[in-house]
């Protein structure tokens, strides 16, 4: 069935770091990809998605590229702060006719000062 | 704007007694999902409402497990006779429309926890 796999965390990164948290899923079909966020407290909030093979998702220099040959939908960011801290959910979605995403683990990510 | 909103945040209950966590979409939002996530694990779909239409409930335990989104209130996620592998958070989930892009907003979850 189809599934969403992603890097176990957490992730432990200094300030300014260049963040990778990597992503792979397994589609019997064309999905929409996602990156969720959840800060401490809060509830998972849309960072950025992609609908087609290469188009790149971005958001507050944040930036993911769906990438069809390598069935993977990585997240990137050139320079992390503190406030970055949080849990980032990938997923997909069908569009089935109830719109269910498939979630990944969730990856946590800790950005030292 | 309020966001989605579901009470309690927090649940204790001991094994056998009832769990009833609340949500309340975004103002104009009439379709709501349902998602479960046990400890280590993704976000799993639950079920998927309308106002008081159940849609897809394909991801619901086929026991103790029931939900619904009345005409006027919050949806409500049930569960009778809890057991500890109920413990998880639950998260609520709403939408404007049943479109295949329409994005869902999440609220905080309700962290349940049977002892």
């Known amino acids: 069935g189809d599934s969403v796999t992603q890097m176990e965390g957490p992730v432990t990164l200094s300030e300014e770091a260049f963040l990778t948290i990597n992503c792979t899923y397994t589609a019997t079909g064309y999905p929409s990809l996602f990156w969720y966020v959840q800060y401490p407290g809060e509830g998972l909030q849309l960072l950025l998605k992609a609908t087609k093979a290469d188009d790149k998702g971005s958001n507050k220099g944040f930036e993911a590229t769906y990438r069809k040959e390598t069935t993977s939908f990585h997240l990137e960011k050139g320079s992390v702060q503190v406030s970055d801290s949080a849990v980032y959910f990938c997923?997909?979605?069908?569009?089935?006719?109830?719109?269910?995403?498939?979630f990944g683990t969730g990856t946590r990510l800790k950005v030292l000062a | 704007n309020a966001g989605v909103m579901q009470n309690p945040r927090h649940l204790v209950r001991r094994r056998g007694q009832e769990a009833r966590l609340r949500c309340s979409p975004m103002?104009?939002?009439?379709?709501v999902y349902w998602y479960r996530q046990l400890p280590e694990e993704g976000l799993k779909f639950m079920v998927y409402l309308q106002k008081e239409n159940i849609i897809d409930e394909s991801g619901m335990p086929k026991e103790r497990f029931s939900a619904e989104f009345p005409k006027e209130g919050p949806s409500i996620l049930r569960i009778q006779q809890v057991v500890r592998g109920d413990s998880a958070a639950y998260f609520c989930a709403s939408s404007q429309f049943r479109q295949s892009q329409e994005t869902q907003y999440f609220g905080p979850g309700t962290r349940l926890l049977v002892l």
């Open positions: 997923a997909l979605m069908y569009d089935s006719g109830t719109y269910k995403y498939i």
């Open positions: 103002k104009g939002h009439s379709h």
